[in-house]
């Protein structure tokens, strides 16, 4: 059953409280239980999200059932997001399977072209009265370079949030996705100038590895979701490879737990930070 409040309401309740969400990318069984165990010992709300590629691993059906499931299972409160959906087919797909939130990802076009594709999703969800999250600027996906920058303009975004009639945005800050190879600096100027111009909930994607006070501070600054999913990938497989290189139990159910526990301490460490913004 869907959670009984929308993502964009959640989104905006959290916002005026100066809070955030965490979203989370899960990828398997395993990886679902960690975040699960995480967001129910915190009791706290939390965003499952889905990449086009877990889907595919998965399977769309499956992988909305393992969420669903598991959030009534752990009685957790949350919400099914697709992350960086790349084409009207696969958010369309995700609609159609229950989803409570899509992200357009057109931030590698032009603004115009953004603009249309975006409202495109926007005009189809309408519908089915989900949450739909767009990306404007460049935050470096994996494997993209990171000396490129393109930081969210104030303007553009306020044009972009105006023609579209998107319920969320993410937007470049200095964030990246993956490994960072220094400590990441955010433009919290630049983002207290989105926010006087933008009035929906602002998105920082690339969170793994941006320390505590920085999160802190910008959502103290106007982010209300933070995406996390590298670290999730890096310590469940981590700590797996560790388990594997010290046992030859085969009984799987005995291995994984570690790796699951893992996810779940690396969780409630976002949650802490998270919940505990002070203004
Ligand atoms: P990281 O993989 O850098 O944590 O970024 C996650 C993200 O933004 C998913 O959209």
């Known amino acids: 059953m869907k959670n009984e409040i929308k993502l964009q309401d959640k989104l905006l309740e959290v916002r005026s409280e100066g809070r955030a969400i965490l979203a989370v990318n899960f990828y398997n069984l395993e990886t679902l239980f960690g975040i699960m165990l995480a967001a129910q010992e915190m009791?706290?709300?939390?965003?499952?999200?889905?990449?086009?590629?877990?889907?595919?691993?998965?399977?769309?059906?499956?992988?909305?059932?393992?969420?669903?499931?598991?959030?009534?299972?752990?009685?957790?409160?949350g919400w099914i997001h697709l992350d960086h959906g790349d084409s009207v087919e696969l958010a369309h797909k995700c609609l159609d399977a229950g989803f409570d939130s899509v992200m357009i990802d057109a931030s590698e076009n032009a603004?115009?072209?953004?603009?249309?594709?975006?409202?495109?999703?926007?005009?189809?969800?309408?519908?089915y009265e989900v949450n739909v999250e767009a990306e404007l600027g460049y935050i470096a996906k994996l494997g993209q370079s990171k000396n490129h920058t393109?930081?969210?303009?104030?303007?553009?975004?306020?044009?972009?949030?105006?023609?579209?009639?998107?319920?969320?945005?993410?937007?470049?800050?200095?964030?990246?996705?993956?490994?960072?190879?220094?400590?990441?600096?955010l433009d919290i100027e630049r983002l207290e100038k989105i926010r006087n111009m933008v009035d929906i909930?602002?998105?920082?994607?690339?969170?793994?590895?941006?320390?505590?006070?920085?999160?802190?501070?910008?959502?103290?600054?106007?982010?209300?979701?933070?995406?996390?999913?590298?670290?999730?990938?890096?310590?469940?497989?981590?700590?797996?490879?560790?388990?594997?290189?010290?046992?030859?139990?085969?009984?799987?159910?005995?291995?994984?737990?570690?790796?699951?526990?893992?996810?779940?301490?690396?969780?409630k460490s976002k949650l802490e930070i998270i919940n505990f913004v002070t203004n």
């Open 150 to 185: 393109g930081f969210t303009e104030p303007e553009e975004a306020k044009f972009f949030v105006e023609s579209t009639g998107v319920n969320a945005l993410a937007i470049a800050i200095g964030s990246s996705h993956g490994f960072y190879k220094e400590e990441p600096k």
């Open 201 to 267: 909930p602002l998105v920082l994607h690339g969170a793994s590895g941006i320390p505590g006070v920085t999160l802190q501070k910008a959502i103290r600054n106007g982010i209300c979701k933070i995406n996390i999913a590298t670290e999730v990938k890096n310590i469940f497989m981590q700590t797996l490879k560790n388990e594997l290189n010290n046992t030859n139990e085969i009984d799987l159910r005995k291995v994984f737990p570690p790796a699951i526990n893992a996810v779940a301490e690396l969780v």
């Open 43 to 77: 009791k706290s709300p939390v965003i499952l999200q889905l990449t086009g590629k877990s889907i595919e691993y998965m399977g769309l059906q499956t992988a909305v059932s393992l969420g669903r499931t598991a959030l009534k299972q752990f009685n957790v409160d």
């Open 111 to 127: 603004l115009s072209e953004n603009v249309k594709i975006t409202k495109n999703i926007v005009d189809l969800a309408g519908m």
